[in-house]
């Protein structure tokens, strides 16, 4: 099975419990993909980090900065994607779970 770790920060502080929930899919035979939205910093990289091989597993996300531009792309990948995946897209906008009672 695959699972993708969206980590906000990845290897950018000691985040000793992450690094811990990875190992442990990892030890349990999960394919894995991190996902991060900033660079690592070296002196956060553990024999552990380098023994599981998660540098390699991991890819960076850097969003354009230009407001306009992230907004095009966000819809164009919803766009592209809304045939193929509607019912996953739909059930990810869960507007009863994710959005507090207006009322």
Not at 46 to 71: E, M, W
Request: aromatic share 12%; glycine share 4%; charged share 20%.
């Amino acid at each position: 099975m695959k699972i993708a770790i969206i980590p906000g920060q990845f290897l950018v502080s000691p985040h000793a419990f992450i690094l811990d929930q990875i190992f442990v899919l990892v030890d349990n035979g999960y394919d894995i993909e991190i996902l991060s939205f900033s660079s690592i910093k070296r002196e956060f990289i553990t024999q552990d980090v380098v023994g599981y091989d998660l540098l390699s597993k991991t890819h960076f996300l850097i969003p354009p900065a230009n407001k306009f531009i992230r907004i095009k792309s966000a819809i164009r990948t919803i766009a592209c994607n809304f045939l193929s995946n509607r019912n996953e897209i739909l059930k990810s906008l869960n507007y009863d779970v994710f959005m507090p009672d207006s009322g």
